[in-house]
T-cell receptor, first 118, second 112 residues
Framework: GAGVSQTPSNKVTEKGKYVELRCDPISGHTALYWYRQSLGQGPEFLIY????????DSGLPNDRFFAVRPEGSVSTLKIQRTERGDSAVYLC????????????????FGPGTRLTVL | GDSVTQMEGPVTLSEEAFLTINCTYTATGYPSLFWYVQYPGEGLQLLLK?????DKGSNKGFEATYRKETTSFHLEKGSVQVSDSAVYFCALSENNFNKFYFGSGTKLNVKP
C-alpha cells in the first residue's frame, strides 16, 4: 500500500516568505508527527497530532511555526517569515495509534521536504 | 532530559567485514530503543527495536542488545554488504511512544 507522502520534495524560498509543507499519512493512521532534520543531525521532534488535535507541540521552535490537521488525515506545516536557520529537511511520520505498545506505535516516515531559505 | 549519542561517521568497511555502531542513551524513565536506517533518497525505516532491558532486536542480519547497565544499544552485523550502505540512526522513546529522540546518525559506506 501507499506510504507516507510529502509535498513538495524540495522548496526554495526567500527570507521572510511564508511556506506550507504538506503531509499525506498512511490511510487510517490516527497519529501524525512532524520532525525537522538539520544537516548532519538526527530528526528533531516538532509536533504530533492525535486525530485532528495537536496533542504535543512542545518541539515547535517559536510562534512562526504552526501545523494543522483539520480532518484528521492530511497535515500542513506552516512557517511564517522564514529565516535562513529554518533550512532543513522536514519529515512527517504516521502511526496507527499514539500511546500504548508496539507494533501499533511504529512510526512510518515519509521521504521529507527539503526546505532552503535563501 | 532524554538524549541519544552515537558514534560519528562516516564508517567505511569492505564487504563482509564486521560492523559495530555504538549508541548510548540518557533517559529519565525506561525507554524503548530503536535503530532506524535511511537509504539514499528514501525515508527513515525501522530496522530493529527492543522494549526492555536485555532484549535483543534483530532484522536483516543486524542485531542490537538493550544494555541497561551501560545504557547502550550498539548495532552489529557480522558481514556487511554493499547494499547496507546507508545512514543509521539510534533512537529512544519513552513509554508513551509519542515522540522519538534521535542520535545524529552514522553514515556507513561499504566498498565491494
Amino acid at each position: 500500500g501507499a506510504g507516507v507522502s510529502q509535498t513538495p520534495s524540495n522548496k526554495v524560498t526567500e527570507k521572510g516568505k511564508y511556506v506550507e509543507l504538506r503531509c499525506d499519512p498512511i490511510s487510517g493512521h490516527t497519529a501524525l508527527y512532524w520532525y525537522r532534520q538539520s544537516l548532519g543531525q538526527g530528526p528533531e521532534f516538532l509536533i504530533y497530532f492525535q486525530g485532528t488535535g495537536a496533542a504535543d507541540d512542545s518541539g515547535l521552535p517559536n510562534d512562526r511555526f504552526f501545523a494543522v490537521r483539520p480532518e484528521g488525515s492530511v497535515s500542513t506545516l506552516k512557517i511564517q517569515r522564514t529565516e535562513r536557520g529554518d533550512s532543513a529537511v522536514y519529515l512527517c511520520a504516521s502511526s496507527p495509534l499514539a500511546g500504548g505498545t508496539l507494533p501499533y506505535n511504529e512510526q512510518f516516515f515519509g521521504p521529507g521536504t527539503r526546505l532552503t531559505v535563501l | 532530559g532524554d538524549s541519544v549519542t552515537q558514534m560519528e561517521g562516516p564508517v567505511t568497511l569492505s564487504e563482509e567485514a564486521f560492523l559495530t555502531i555504538n549508541c548510548t542513551y540518557t533517559a529519565t524513565g525506561y525507554p524503548s530503543l530503536f535503530w532506524y536506517v535511511q537509504y539514499p533518497g528514501e525515508g527513515l525505516q525501522l530496522l530493529l527495536k527492543a522494549t526492555k532491558a536485555d532484549d535483543k532486536g534483530s532484522n536483516k542480519g543486524f542485531e542490537a542488545t538493550y544494555r541497561k547497565e551501560t545504557t547502550s544499544f550498539h548495532l552489529e552485523k557480522g558481514s556487511v554488504q554493499v547494499s547496507d550502505s546507508a545512514v543509521y540512526f539510534c533512537a529512544l522513546s519513552e513509554n508513551n511512544f509519542n515522540k522519538f529522540y534521535f542520535g545524529s546518525g552514522t553514515k556507513l559506506n561499504v566498498k565491494p
